[in-house]
């Protein structure tokens, strides 16, 4: 059980790596790079189609690669 739940955390890491650099980049220039975008910050911008999908995928695929690293730990501990 141990080592089959390690496989699937292995492959779920490589999925996460996988949507978060598949998700477009925010940024419109090199100057907000050293303002920090923060003009963009606490303007109201919902996301919407393709990046929509990308950013609930990286959220569902985090909080699973969560649980299966806190259900590894206790495993583990025995």
Same mark, same amino acid.
């Given at each position: 059980?141990?080592? +089959?739940?390690?496989? #699937?955390?292995? #492959?779920?890491?490589?999925?996460?790596?996988?949507?978060?650099?598949?998700?477009?980049s925010k940024q419109n220039s090199a100057?907000?790079? +050293?303002?920090?975008?923060?003009?963009?910050?606490?303007?109201k911008q919902k996301s919407?189609?393709?990046?929509?999908?990308?950013?609930?995928?990286?959220?569902?695929?985090?909080?699973?690669?969560?649980?299966?690293? #806190?259900?590894?730990?206790?495993?583990?501990?025995?």
């Open positions: 059980m141990y080592k +089959f739940l390690l496989g #699937v955390m292995i #492959v779920l890491s490589i999925l996460i790596i996988i949507s978060v650099m598949m998700q477009p100057a907000s790079a +050293f303002t920090g975008g923060a003009d963009q910050l606490f303007g919407r189609g393709f990046e929509a999908v990308m950013q609930r995928v990286t959220a569902v695929l985090g909080t699973v690669w969560a649980v299966l690293a #806190v259900m590894l730990a206790f495993l583990g501990s025995k």
